[in-house]
């Protein structure tokens, strides 16, 4: 069962010193075409992270993002990657190159709020879950295509979360138990697919959570055209893993149904926003970048449906 910690981030902080939790986390952040943000991500990362662990930079972008890194930081562990690898497959290599009891997943597009870590590991140890997640809040000044991104990726992590018995936690902000991972070693040999794994955790009995004021803020950056290659990109994935689950027959009515998701998730976006007290009025300018997301996503879908995951590249050191 999900449930979300309603504790204030220093509740969570002395519930995890009287504990006595002392089990060492790795960070991985998935770094794509993050010059803009990487200074500040970083900087606030390394800041949560202190002595308790460490940071992983799992990067895979042709924007000197890399050099920039260790430019401002040295000392700290980059994975280079190919351009073009996607944020699961990033997650998966920082990951397998890890050995912390505890793993949390996150990008170089987020900045994570003060107590940001002892709000996922207290409301980890204090529900006993395998995974925690937490909330992603807007910048104040995206762009319009930032603010679309964030619409299709993000809105149902927008705050206040809802009280809800089964809430998915974010690929972009969770942290795991490794412990909890042993045996799915199989799933993430393709990715770290958040939604594949955590089903196959509930299968297994285990309980996933939500930490209120674990947030991190979504800061953009990347601009439309590398949004909308991911975009299809992770569609095709999606639909790759759907569609292998389907008849003949399945395939062919999905296909044919794939015009109409784009207004489907224009709906649902609209729905979120308003149950969480938002209006889609200062979210306008977003709608045609939007539009063009939502379009890449269900052509992505459609050809994963029948053709499967899109080819990778080779992983270099």
Request: one cysteine or more.
């Amino acid at each position: 069962m999900n449930r979300v910690d309603e504790a204030g981030p220093q509740s969570v902080v002395n519930r995890v010193i009287r504990s006595g939790e002392s089990s060492t986390v790795s960070v991985v952040l998935a770094s794509i075409e993050a010059n803009a943000t990487i200074a500040a991500s970083l900087a606030r990362f390394l800041e949560e992270v202190g002595k308790q662990g460490e940071v992983i930079l799992a990067d895979a972008s042709s924007d000197g993002s890399a050099d920039r890194a260790r430019a401002l930081f040295p000392g700290l562990r980059i994975l280079r990657k190919p351009p073009g690898t996607l944020a699961p497959e990033l997650w998966r290599d920082g990951l397998n190159a890890s050995h912390s009891p505890l793993v949390a997943f996150s990008t170089a597009q987020m900045i994570p709020s003060c107590g940001w870590l002892e709000s996922l590991r207290g409301c980890l140890e204090s529900t006993g879950a395998a995974a925690v997640g937490g909330p992603i809040d807007p910048a104040p000044r995206l762009s319009a295509a930032d603010r679309a991104v964030y619409l299709l990726r993000y809105v149902n992590y927008l705050r206040p979360l809802p009280k809800v018995e089964q809430f998915e936690p974010p690929g972009d902000n969770a942290l795991y138990r490794r412990d909890a991972l042993g045996g799915l070693e199989a799933l993430w040999e393709a990715g770290f697919w958040e939604v594949e794994i955590h089903r196959r955790l509930r299968e297994r009995g285990a309980s996933l959570a939500m930490a209120s004021e674990a947030a991190v803020e979504f800061q953009g950056g990347g601009g439309l055209s590398l949004a909308l290659r991911q975009r299809r990109d992770h569609a095709r994935h999606y639909g790759a893993a759907r569609g292998g689950r389907m008849s003949w027959s399945e395939r062919l009515i999905r296909s044919a149904a794939a015009p109409l998701v784009p207004a489907i998730l224009i709906r649902r976006i609209t729905a979120t926003l308003t149950r969480r007290g938002r209006g889609i009025g200062p979210w306008l300018s977003a709608v045609p970048s939007l539009s063009l997301l939502l379009a890449a996503w269900s052509a992505g879908e459609t050809a994963g449906t029948w053709l499967g995951p899109p080819a990778r590249g080779r992983t270099v050191a």
